[in-house]
């Protein structure tokens, strides 16, 4: 089993930054990527950011040049640092983790007002 602890969500004016952290615990040695995805009132869930257990990073077009996935081996926590956010990044940000299955957070709610 994995558990995923996220935080950071909040509310932030269009233009400004946030910083989203994703804690695993449990069979965290058997991890082989984590990231993010988002879904928006009335879309389906997309895929935001991923990095691998070998440091490879993917992001969504949507985002490329604004957001950068990280990640601290010690503290088993994966960083989504989002700059310029707009309007349309506002969802619900769910961090996952990939092993034999995917495992997902909770949720945290990210709003960009106008």
């Known amino acids: 089993q994995v558990q995923l602890v996220e935080s950071g969500g909040g509310l932030v004016q269009a233009g400004g930054s946030l910083r989203l952290s994703c804690a695993a615990s449990?069979?965290?040695?058997?991890?082989?990527?984590m990231g993010w995805y988002r879904q928006a009132p009335g879309k389906q869930r997309e895929l935001v950011a991923t990095i691998t257990s070998g440091g490879s990073t993917n992001y969504a077009d949507s985002v490329k040049g604004r957001f950068t996935i990280s990640r601290d081996n010690v503290k088993n926590t994966v960083y989504l640092q989002m700059n310029s956010l707009k309007p349309e990044d506002t969802a619900v940000y769910y961090c996952?983790?990939?092993?034999?299955?995917?495992?997902w957070g909770q949720g945290t709610q990210v709003t960009v007002s106008s």
């Open positions: 449990g069979s965290i040695f058997s991890i082989n990527a």
């Open positions: 996952y983790a990939r092993n034999v299955r995917i495992w």
